[in-house]
């Protein structure tokens, strides 16, 4: 890990974790990045002032207005100074305090005032970690962009074990060198990606479609974005918002999709999109009226979207999503092989699973022809940042 030059602002709130905060420090400072610390008054009853003094090499900082500051205004000139804003720990407290948008400490303040990446490591007791406040506090904080390193399981200062340890400092560490270096990952890199699902007309006001609602294809194209790639997004009917830095392409059939990746040139694709197999043969030029007691329909296959992105003469690097109700590794090694892709993100949608449509959430098995790995269930935004960068490394090591 090499973070050389980085400027890491470092805000310890008071929780027991706190202790941990002058070991992070030094951490830090070995990978060659340079830390100043902001503490809450509450961190110092858990860490004195002086020890993160002593190893950050820099006086810390507590008070919102402090005038040894330059002009008075240290959440200004520390915003500025920051590459990243880490906060470990972050309790409870503090992450309702910054969902809600308070400015009432140094800390919260300079959070509002920096342009930078912001993370939170959080750390509590695991019923706090999972009470509806705190979900819903962490829900707000994704959306807006920041960034979760962790909480991990074990035991707590409580006696309990459960969700909610702060990270150790040394995995504080490597996620920090993965933000903070995710912006070269795919830079120059053109990404296409796919996402949502495609909706085959019976009538005119009748289609046929499925339940995916395009939120990990978002997510695929918001973390390839943020790894430094040209973005391209063909979507699906979906209600969500372009991610930034993303050109988007909307269209509403598995025809019009593979019209609109076709007409795209690409070096990474990436087919997340749920596109319908069958369209009816002939959609009715009116409203189906109801009146025999059956309806037969005649449905004809759609083009192969993916199958055909890989047997491109100059082909991308393919990556293929399968969305599985059984037997997911036998059915995603099939598609892998049968399709000629590169990789293949599995990912179980039946009743029993708790991600995948219709949820915020979901885990994915990612299969190539040598190896594979497993990406534990979480927040679709965060899944999409570690997903993207072990397509980053394959598609990196490929042959040429």
């Known amino acids: 890990m090499n973070l050389q030059g980085k400027h890491i602002l470092l805000g310890v709130t008071g929780g027991i974790a706190a202790y941990k905060a002058p070991a992070l420090v030094r951490e830090l400072r070995r990978t060659g990045a340079e830390v100043r610390v902001v503490t809450t008054p509450a961190a110092q009853a858990f860490v004195a002032p002086l020890s993160l003094q002593a190893v950050s090499g820099h006086p810390v900082r507590g008070e919102l207005f402090d005038p040894a500051a330059e002009a008075g205004m240290d959440h200004i000139a520390l915003a500025r100074w920051a590459d990243l804003v880490l906060v470990a720990p972050a309790t409870a407290n503090f992450l309702a305090r910054l969902s809600a948008g308070l400015a009432d400490d140094l800390l919260t303040t300079l959070c509002l005032a920096t342009a930078a990446p912001i993370a939170v490591a959080p750390a509590m007791n695991r019923q706090m970690w999972q009470a509806a406040a705190t979900v819903h506090n962490v829900g707000l904080l994704r959306e807006r962009g920041v960034h979760l390193f962790g909480p991990a399981e074990g035991e707590q200062a409580c006696g309990e074990t459960g969700p909610g340890r702060m990270l150790e400092p040394l995995e504080l560490v490597t996620c920090c060198a993965g933000l903070l270096m995710?912006?070269?990952?795919?830079?120059?890199?053109?990404?296409?990606?796919?996402?949502?699902?495609?909706?085959?007309?019976?009538?005119?006001?009748?289609?046929?479609?499925?339940?995916?609602?395009?939120?990990?294809?978002?997510?695929?194209?918001?973390?390839?974005?943020?790894?430094?790639?040209?973005?391209?997004?063909?979507?699906?009917?979906?209600?969500?918002?372009?991610?930034?830095?993303?050109?988007?392409?909307?269209?509403?059939?598995?025809?019009?999709?593979?019209?609109?990746?076709?007409?795209?040139?690409?070096?990474?694709?990436?087919?997340?999109?749920?596109?319908?197999?069958?369209?009816?043969?002939?959609?009715?030029?009116?409203?189906?009226?109801?009146?025999?007691?059956?309806?037969?329909?005649?449905?004809?296959?759609?083009?192969?979207?993916?199958?055909?992105?890989?047997?491109?003469?100059?082909?991308?690097?393919?990556?293929?999503?399968?969305?599985?109700?059984?037997?997911?590794?036998?059915?995603?090694?099939?598609?892998?092989?049968?399709?000629?892709?590169?990789?293949?993100?599995?990912?179980?949608?039946?009743?029993?699973?708790?991600?995948g449509f219709d949820s915020a959430v979901n885990a994915l098995r990612l299969f190539w022809a040598d190896g594979e790995a497993t990406l534990p269930l979480q927040d679709k935004r965060q899944l999409a940042h570690e997903l993207v960068q072990l397509i980053s490394d394959r598609y990196r090591s490929r042959p040429v």
């Open 182 to 355: 995710a912006s070269e990952r795919l830079a120059g890199v053109r990404v296409l990606v796919t996402a949502g699902p495609t909706r085959e007309a019976l009538d005119p006001v009748r289609y046929i479609s499925n339940r995916s609602s395009g939120r990990m294809g978002f997510a695929v194209a918001e973390a390839a974005a943020a790894a430094g790639a040209a973005v391209t997004l063909v979507s699906g009917p979906v209600d969500l918002p372009t991610p930034p830095g993303v050109q988007r392409v909307d269209v509403v059939s598995a025809a019009e999709m593979a019209a609109a990746v076709e007409a795209c040139d690409c070096d990474l694709f990436i087919g997340t999109a749920a596109v319908a197999d069958y369209r009816p043969v002939a959609a009715a030029p009116e409203k189906i009226k109801k009146s025999a007691a059956r309806l037969t329909l005649e449905l004809e296959r759609n083009p192969d979207i993916l199958a055909g992105v890989a047997a491109r003469p100059a082909r991308p690097f393919t990556v293929g999503f399968a969305a599985e109700t059984e037997q997911l590794e036998t059915h995603a090694r099939d598609k892998l092989a049968r399709k000629g892709l590169d990789m293949i993100a599995a990912n179980d949608v039946s009743p029993r699973a708790e991600g």
